[in-house]
């Protein structure tokens, strides 16, 4: 059984830093691009950063741009998301996501084949 399992997520407040963690199991994931969604309360799930297998290329949303870092380990399966300078439009529930097209079709929810179940990140102001 395929799981991508989140944890990190909590309440910050606005300035903060949070560190984001997907741990992935039940499959290698070789050859799997990666990524961060988030989906606000009554807004749609939107990406937030994608990196290739390789690592060699990382897609970034422009709101995050200069302040969130997405990393992975592939020999522990592990995706990392490194939140800093963070700011009340950044609450919502991250979802940890693997997808072979991440890249080729475009980092969207249609090209995710697996999902995690989610993590809370709540940014007081």
């Known amino acids: 059984q395929v799981q991508l399992v989140e944890s990190g997520g909590g309440l910050v407040q606005a300035g903060g830093s949070l560190r984001l963690s997907c741990a992935g199991s039940?499959?290698?994931?070789?050859?799997?691009?990666m990524g961060w969604f988030r989906q606000a309360p009554g807004k749609e799930r939107e990406l937030v950063a994608a990196?290739?297998?390789?690592?060699?290329?990382?897609i970034y949303a422009d709101s995050v741009k200069g302040r969130f870092t997405i990393s992975r380990d592939n020999a522990k399966i592990t995706l990392y998301l490194q939140m800093n300078s963070l700011k009340p439009a950044d609450t919502a529930v991250y979802y940890c996501?693997?997808?072979?097209?991440?890249?080729?079709?475009?980092?969207?929810?249609?090209?995710?084949?697996?999902w995690g179940k989610g993590t809370l990140v709540t940014v007081s102001s």
């Open positions: 996501a693997a997808g072979s097209g991440l890249f080729v079709l475009g980092p969207t929810v249609r090209s995710v084949d697996y």
């Open positions: 039940g499959r290698t994931f070789s050859g799997y691009a």
């Open positions: 990196i290739r297998w390789s690592g060699d290329r990382t």
